[in-house]
């Protein structure tokens, strides 16, 4: 494979964990499964099409709060990669810079809520937890046997005031029509941002049952494995997971009380 073809071939590989991404439930694990614009294929057999994407998953998950109880969903999806731009749903990429193995791109998400008093007793006398969008920058870097990437964001609408950082490395594999590709990864947190989506417990929100907890910022250990098959010209499946383990900010929390997130899906997408 000639180097400008791994380009190509390096920054779009995780399509299905792509259309698991555009709806992932809120409380579900949060790796970012690698940059899949650099690894788009044009050919009937590619594991990973450009253009739209529409497909539905399967997916199971650890519920991060314990007053959270359901862990599986199906969940329909569409998601689309262009030369330059990425939407997967909840996020998406805009590539302003390529060449010389590396890219640059602009960044925005929007996170939902992921705690309601009304969901759960155990939640009563908590703050609902809403969502904001988020944007910033990142960058690709493409060697030889991994696709690097760097990503920092943060809240633009006030909710959380936190921000995050993200260093990833994926290895992605393509072999014909199938597509493997593990990925590695820490996540930094700010205090503002773990708190409030991760578990802190306000003084005003403590209870004799439910001790205040202060999170700090936090890093966490990800990691990835994301498979496609292009099983006809027009659809293609997934089998994959992501992980994470706790910091111990989050792990103490009195709502999460677990060290690991794990996050599983099997989908079945049409492009084109």
């Known amino acids: 494979m000639s180097y400008p073809t791994r380009i190509r071939t390096a920054l779009m590989s995780v399509l299905a964990a792509s259309i698991c991404l555009a ?16 690894l788009t294929g ?29 862990n599986s969903t199906i969940i329909p999806g569409a998601v689309y ?20 193995g590396a890219a640059g ?5 929007y996170r939902f809520g992921n705690l309601d008093p009304e969901d759960s007793s155990e939640f009563t006398g908590m703050h609902e937890r809403e969502g904001e969008f988020e944007m910033g920058l990142g960058a ?25 950082l993200l260093l990833w490395s994926d290895f992605p594999i393509v072999r014909g029509r199938w597509l493997f590709m593990p990925g590695i990864g820490l996540m930094w947190r700010s205090s503002k941002m773990a708190n409030y989506y991760f ?11 439910r001790a ?36 111990n900010g989050i792990a103490n929390s009195p709502l999460v009380n677990h060290r690991n997130e794990w996050t599983w899906f099997a989908g079945v997408g049409y492009t084109w």
Do not use: C
């Not at 590619?46 to 359901?70: D, L, M, Q």
């Not at 990669?81 to 010389?100: E, P």
């Not at 493409?142 to 943060?154: H, K, Q, W």
């Open 81 to 100: 990669f262009g030369d330059k731009f990425m939407y997967l749903g909840d996020r998406g990429r805009y590539y302003f810079a390529q060449g010389g």
């Open 140 to 164: 690709n870097f493409v060697t030889p046997y991994a696709l690097l990437t760097v990503r920092a964001a943060g809240d633009v609408t006030g909710t959380s005031k936190g921000s995050e």
């Open 42 to 70: 044009d050919s009937d057999t590619s594991p990973v099409p450009s253009g739209f994407v529409a497909g539905a998953v399967a997916i199971g998950f650890t519920p991060r709060y314990n007053g959270n109880s359901n």
């Open 199 to 209: 578990g802190g417990v306000r003084p005003d929100e403590a209870t004799p049952t």
């Open 212 to 247: 205040a907890h202060d999170t700090g910022s936090t890093i966490s250990p990800m990691a990835s494995l994301v498979t496609t098959y292009r099983f006809a010209p027009n659809w293609l499946g997934t089998l994959s997971a992501g992980y994470e383990y706790f910091d």
């Open 105 to 109: 791109f602009v960044y925005g998400r």
């Open 23 to 38: 709806t992932q439930p809120s409380h579900a694990a949060e790796p970012d499964f690698g940059s899949l614009k650099l």
